[in-house]
Each structure stands twice: as C-alpha cells, then as structure tokens.
C-alpha cells in the first residue's frame, strides 16, 4: 500500500496490547495509531485516529469486541477487524459472530507461555493474516476503478477455462461435493449452503481451516440455518447424500470405501501444507475413492492448500469448481487451480451453490 495499513489495538490486558503492538510495530507497512481498554475507549479512539483495521480482544468490560463490531457495523465506518480469541466454547460462538459481522479473521491467544514465547505465537499467527488484509484493501481499491491502469497487472491473469471434456458426459453426476475454504469461510458458507436443496443427491465434506471448539461451533451454527444437516464429522461417520460434514479441528479427515459404502475417518495424521485438518488431505482421497463422481470446490483462503488435490480430483475425471478473485476475501487457495486452467468453472460465492446443483442434479457443464 502507498500509506501504512493503519491499524488500532484492543484489549483489556496491558500484556496483549504489548505483544499485540510489538508484532505490529516489525512490520514496515503498518502504523499502530493506538490502543484501547475496552469497546467503549476504541469508538472514541476511532474517532479521532481514523484506522483501517482493529485488533480486538473478545471479552473486555464495558464493552466487548462483539458489541464493538455490531456498534462499528450500524455505523458503515469502513473499518476491518481480526479477533483475538481464546480456545473456549463461549469464545468460538462469539468469534463465529465476529465473523458474520464482517471481521476479516481471528487469531487464537496462547494459553500460558512466556512474553517472549507468546509474541513469537501470536507473531507466526498474526503478521500472515494483517498482511493479507492489506492486500485485500488494494485489490478492493483496483476493482472499484481507483486505479484502472494498474489492475490489468495487479490483479491475476486468467486463461480461459477449457470446454469439459467429452468424457464427461458419460461420467456420471457428482456423488460428493468436497468444499475447501480458509479465511472468509464461515459467512461464506454461511451465505452458500443454506441455498442447497434438502433433496440434494449428494453428500457435502468440507474442510475449513479452524482449531478444535470452533469447527463444532460451526456445524452447530450452520445446522440452525440449512436445509441439509450439517455436523462435525466423527470417525467412521457413513457418507450418505443430504449430509453435510465438517473436518474437526486439529484432525486429518478423509473418506476411505468399505465393501458398497464410502466411511470418513478422522486421524492423527501430520499436518499437510502446515495444515490439520487439510483440504489436500481430504481431497487426495475423494479424488481415489470417488474418481469421476467427485466435484471439488475451492474457495477463499489464504495459502495454497487443496491445490495438489484440486490435481488429484482432475486427474482421476473428476469436477472442480473455483470461487472467483471478486468475491473471495482472500484470493489465495483458488487462484493457482485457476490459473492452471484445471478447473470446470468459476462463479461469484453468490452463483456456487447453483454450479453445485447443476452438477449434483445434471449432467451438464457449468456456466461461465
């Protein structure tokens, strides 16, 4: 950005907002142009130093982050927020909430530790997500016509999508959805999967990149508003169709056959692309268990984790589907299936679910 990511800190512990400031103050393109106690002490902060992002703390007196966001949200003030958030069930609801009021992220306290050791955590943890933030507030700024010259080169060059293959319309409907989706995925899937059928002819896996407490928090959030079921998946959970299953945090999951029936198992297998559960991990073995019938879908999130299984699912016939750079809040994890021209087609989060159905339901290509 040509002007430092401005950025304010809230916190009721004198400890974090040091941590917090000392993370922020290594990195060269971000000012932090204050701190605050409580929600109450940041609104009156914000006033006076105008920030482009909070870093706020969920429970604080007065105010908590979650008031602050609906406070900030009724105002239409332009302001990004990354909650910091403790491992705890109350902690993973609010943060969900967080979420579905626009915050663009979350990042875990660590329980215990030295300062030393608790900066370097929150560091490893933080500095990816703020620079991402960045990036997206550039990107926003190019698609709204700020600057039309630069966007040609700032934004990805796309090769058009190749024609589905022949094969395909022998290859049958898709039988299992595979979903991958990172930073932005809960309002995300909170705005796609309602819009799938209670008839669905297919189950739906995903993997969202979250820690445990927070993925059940999830199912339990989405299962209140969907018309599929929606749970987190347990081991040896059958894979039936008007099922939605999502990976728990801090597992591996995958779906192996068993005689006529597809199982999820739920492992302790190492972290794939620093990431447990991972969308390669769970789309390598839809791409051997399911071949032509899986229908992977890549979504928003940072990193490149699913790519080698975005491969994995095309190699064996399978179909892939890609959220598009627009709509994404962080156009990292599609944009390399993407730009490899491996992918059956790209739509806005607002036209996926149609694109799903339209595989699920019928044999037909989807629509560019």
Not at 88 to 117: N, W
Not at 207 to 230: G, I, N, W, Y
Request: glycine share 8%; aromatic share 4%.
């Amino acid at each position: 950005m040509a002007q430092k990511l401005r950025v304010l800190v809230v916190d009721d512990t004198i400890t974090y907002r040091k941590i917090v400031s000392s993370v922020l103050a290594e990195m060269p393109a971000v000012e932090v142009v204050g701190t605050a106690a409580n929600g109450k002490i940041a609104l009156e902060k914000i006033e006076q130093t105008k920030p482009d992002l909070l870093l706020t703390d969920l429970e604080m007196p007065e105010m908590d982050g979650l008031e602050l966001l609906r406070r900030i949200k009724a105002s239409g003030l332009p302001i990004g927020a990354i909650v910091l958030s403790s491992l705890t069930t109350r902690d993973s609801q609010s943060t969900l909430d967080c979420l579905a009021l626009g915050a663009f992220d979350f990042v875990l306290k660590p329980s215990g530790g030295s300062f030393e050791e608790n900066l370097r955590r929150i560091r490893e943890e933080l500095a990816p997500r703020v620079e991402a933030f960045a990036r997206q507030l550039e990107v926003r700024a190019l698609l709204r016509g700020v600057s039309q010259r630069s966007t040609a080169s700032a934004l990805p060059s796309l090769p058009p999508t190749p024609p589905a293959q022949s094969a395909k319309t022998t290859a049958g409907r898709a039988e299992v959805v595979a979903i991958g989706i990172s930073t932005g995925g809960p309002a995300a899937l909170g705005e796609m999967l309602p819009r799938l059928p209670a008839d669905l002819h297919a189950a739906v896996l995903i993997v969202q990149h979250m820690p445990p407490v927070f993925t059940r928090s999830l199912a339990e959030d989405l299962d209140r508003k969907c018309r599929l079921r929606v749970r987190e998946a347990q081991d040896r959970d059958i894979v039936e169709k008007g099922n939605i299953f999502i990976a728990p945090g801090g597992k591996q999951m995958k779906v192996c056959r068993e005689g006529a029936r597809c199982v999820i198992r739920i492992t302790d297998d190492p972290p794939v692309n620093s990431c447990r559960p991972s969308v390669d991990y769970l789309f390598h073995s839809v791409a051997e268990v399911y071949g032509p019938r899986a229908l992977g879908v890549i979504m928003t999130g940072m990193g490149n984790d699913g790519a080698s299984g975005c491969r994995a699912i095309k190699s064996r016939g399978g179909w892939l589907l890609a959220q598009d750079a627009a709509s994404c809040v962080v156009f990292g994890m599609p944009r390399e299936p993407i730009q490899e021209g491996i992918v059956d087609g790209i739509a806005p989060l607002n036209r996926l679910d149609q694109e799903v159905v339209r595989l699920v339901e019928k044999d037909l290509a989807p629509c560019m």
